[in-house]
């Protein structure tokens, strides 16, 4: 049973492009969060997702980021005009329908640097 | 100001030496789970406690949740270079799917 697969491990971007992160959870997962972390610090919520479905993006900045999880395909996370400061590492995780306590199981992430 | 604060934030040790690393909240949590995270990789799931007062053991890594279940901790006995680490934690509260988690301890283990 394959893991939460992220890809690609890492990009480089420059400023003012795109930059597009793909996540695919884990067989028979139909919740999908996204999180940013930053060097040496703990995990930021930015948005949860079911199929079809955006649950709760509190997390996600206003401008320039959106997610999607569409009925077909992986879990998207899309940053328009990327700047230095969205260089970070994003985690992909997935729960189950009826996931018991809430329990994630993450991907390996993908570092975005912004040069 | 995190709702889960985790103590110590960094901590370095020699091999074979026993530690403890803490999770704490003014606030409840109906589960709380712990997650080790190396350099590179996403976190992993370690454990979860949904009992007041529960203990459990994974080989030589014990995790206590507090009777009022607002703390948690994670001591580990004869610590090995391969428990380095960022240790997280995380809670769920009642009526809220959403996870909360705590800035983690950085765990190094010197051989």
């Known amino acids: 049973n394959a893991g939460v697969m992220q890809n690609p491990r890492h990009l480089v971007r420059r400023r003012g492009q795109e930059a597009r992160l793909r996540c695919s959870p884990m067989k028979g997962h139909s919740h999908v969060y996204w999180y940013r972390q930053l060097p040496e610090e703990g995990l930021k919520f930015m948005v949860y997702?079911?199929?079809?479905?955006?649950?709760?993006e509190s997390g996600m900045p206003k401008e320039r980021f959106s997610a999607e999880f569409p009925k077909e395909g992986p879990s998207i996370l899309r940053i328009q005009q990327v700047v230095r400061g969205d260089s970070a590492a994003y985690f992909c995780?997935?729960?189950?329908?009826?996931?018991?306590?809430?329990?994630?199981?993450f991907g390996p992430g993908t570092r975005l640097t912004v040069t | 100001t995190q709702l889960l604060e985790q103590s110590p934030q960094f901590l370095s040790i020699q091999e074979g030496e026993n530690l403890t690393v803490y999770c704490n909240s003014s606030?409840?949590?109906?589960?709380l789970q712990w997650y080790r995270q190396e350099p590179g990789e996403g976190p992993v799931l370690l454990v979860t406690v949904v009992t007041g007062g529960e203990v459990k053991k994974l080989k030589r890594l014990t995790f206590q949740f507090g009777d009022a279940r607002k703390d948690s901790s994670l001591h580990i006995t004869a610590a090995q270079p391969g428990d380095t680490g960022l240790y997280l934690c995380?809670?769920?509260?009642?009526?809220?799917?959403?996870?909360?988690w705590g800035a983690g301890t950085k765990l190094i283990i010197k051989p």
């Open positions: 606030s409840v949590f109906s589960s």
């Open positions: 995380a809670g769920h509260m009642d009526s809220n799917y959403q996870l909360i």
């Open positions: 995780a997935s729960s189950p329908p009826s996931g018991e306590w809430g329990e994630q199981y």
């Open positions: 997702l079911q199929k079809e479905n955006i649950i709760d």
